[in-house]
């Protein structure tokens, strides 16, 4: 082995599926005690890489050597003997067995022949010390929030005393606080000589945890920079082109109120929300862990109850607890979880796109197939869907062209008010940006956007006004002069609001729904 450091090397790596080359050509390689960050556009193939070296595909040419010498990796098995372990940005945890059992999944500690529950049970608690979760090693998988389910995804990897450790996307769905303990987790690994594959959309993460990047674009490795590198010159190499303004953000001056909220409460989760976003308007809703965002707005859109308040669609109150009275007052959702809850991935691209038009396009039982597949090539071209065609099946897409999916079906259906949960969740600076842009198409057409988000220079860089949840209230409003990163902070941690709510917070936290985060970067 030429480098005794040298932990894995990838040469000449190619795969294909169907009509698309997903690598072609690919050289990677990582040493011991390294964070090495694989940085790509949605679609440029990092995916690809990394399920090679679990075993999930196999590539058609090319070969990867550990610790100099080539080996073939047919499966799980083989990758887990060799040391790697693989963090996947979608979990791959089982909803029912508990947090133990998914952590130790095939692996149960065993006395006489029988799983030693007891041990296993301690040995899942101190790992989840470890990364710094408040977790139950007894609780259900399905109990917990995204931000925990991570944080478990995390302790399972480090069960495995791996020697290379991949992890796509781990900050994502994390506030800064968890961010810090995940950082402090991986330097740790780095001085035990691990070798880190680190992937990530967050630029400004990567100098402040690389050593190396390779950047990969259409399937091709382009270059490798040192983790110092600026970072116009990345997005340059990612995308191959500068990108002049991150946040685009085109204000124009709001008309009448479109979507008014008044007094929402849900004993125990939120209370007493009230706000308004008017046309052309886009309202960003900040806040920490547990602070009641998703569930205002899933509450809103009719997916879950609220016990008192009213929502109303320009002056007109929408019945509660009916998605389809939502709708059809022009009130659309796209979820944080866009897999789980925003596509039907085994769908093709114009099944998913028609969803939300497939009952006013339906005639006595008949669906207008032509005009449903001419409306979804037009919006697939005008968001710029990257695609085979709209036969895809949407699974097969990249996370930021899935997300233009998501979008794409609400667009359709000409929503007056649209509602993004973390619009921007695990997608590339180059599509985020392309999102942006579509945020500023609908705004202009007279739209008006409700926009949650744990990226907290996304809120201050594409809100004309900012609101602030604290403990499941509304714990402030600020103009997009005002807003701040400090200002906001303020906001989500202060402690104005009135102690006897605490129970809100609490029982919020306790359920593990913290599906929020604010990553103050």
Not at 181 to 204: M, N, P, Q, W
Not at 495 to 520: A, Q
């Amino acid at each position: 082995m030429s480098n005794p450091d040298e932990l894995l090397r990838i040469e000449g790596i190619r795969k294909s599926f169907p009509g698309v080359v997903a690598l072609d050509g690919v050289d990677f390689d990582l040493r011991r005690g390294e964070v090495h960050v694989l940085l790509g556009e949605n679609g440029a193939g990092k995916s690809t890489l990394i399920k090679m070296l679990s075993g999930a595909y196999r590539p058609d040419a090319g070969r990867v050597l550990v610790d100099g010498e080539e080996t073939r990796i047919h499966g799980a098995q083989d990758s887990e003997r060799l040391g790697i372990a693989t963090i996947y940005q979608e979990f791959n945890l089982v909803p029912d067995l508990t947090v133990a059992e998914n952590i130790f999944l095939g692996r149960q500690p065993r006395r006489y022949g029988m799983i030693d529950r007891k041990r296993m049970e301690a040995d899942a608690a101190a790992l989840l010390d470890r990364v710094g979760v408040n977790v139950s090693p007894r609780a259900r998988v399905r109990e917990l929030g995204i931000a925990r389910l991570q944080m478990v995804e995390i302790a399972k990897a480090l069960s495995l005393d791996a020697r290379v450790l991949i992890m796509d996307e781990p900050t994502a769905v994390l506030t800064s606080e968890e961010v810090e303990k995940l950082f402090a987790i991986v330097r740790s690994l780095r001085e035990d000589g691990v070798g880190i594959v680190f992937i990530t959309h967050h630029l400004e993460e990567i100098a402040a945890l690389g050593d190396r990047v390779t950047v990969i674009r259409d399937g091709r490795s382009v270059g490798q920079v040192p983790a110092d590198t600026p970072e116009d010159e990345l997005v340059r190499l990612m995308v191959g082109r500068s990108i002049e303004q991150q946040y685009p953000r085109e204000a124009a001056e709001p008309g009448a109120a479109l979507l008014t909220v008044e007094g929402l409460t849900r004993d125990g989760v939120f209370h007493d929300v009230g706000f308004e976003v008017r046309a052309g308007e886009v309202v960003g809703i900040a806040g920490l862990v547990g602070a009641g965002r998703t569930e205002v707005a899933r509450a809103v859109f009719g997916a879950d109850p609220y016990d008192r308040g009213s929502v109303s669609v320009a002056g007109a109150v929408v019945r509660g607890s009916d998605v389809g009275a939502a709708m059809a007052a022009g009130i659309g959702l796209v979820p944080e979880d866009r897999k789980g809850q925003g596509l039907v991935l085994d769908a093709s691209v114009e099944e998913n796109l028609g969803l939300v038009t497939l009952r006013a396009a339906t005639r006595g039982g008949l669906v207008d197939l032509r005009g449903q597949r001419a409306a979804a090539a037009k919006v697939a071209e005008q968001l710029g869907v990257r695609m085979a065609g709209l036969g895809q099946q949407v699974r097969t897409l990249s996370g930021g062209n899935q997300q233009k999916v998501v979008i794409g079906k609400w667009l359709l259906a000409n929503t007056r008010v649209l509602i993004l949960d973390e619009p921007t969740r695990g997608i590339d600076v180059g599509a985020k940006v392309e999102i942006y842009q579509l945020i500023n198409e609908l705004t202009s057409a007279g739209a008006a956007v409700l926009m949650i988000s744990s990226d907290l220079p996304e809120v201050l860089g594409m809100s004309d006004r900012v609101l602030v949840m604290a403990q499941g209230r509304i714990a402030g409003e600020l103009t997009a002069a005002e807003a701040t990163q400090d200002s906001v902070m303020a906001l989500a941690v202060g402690t104005n609001i009135t102690s006897n709510i605490n129970s809100i917070d609490n029982s919020v936290d306790n359920s593990g729904n913290e599906v929020e985060g604010s990553r103050g970067h």
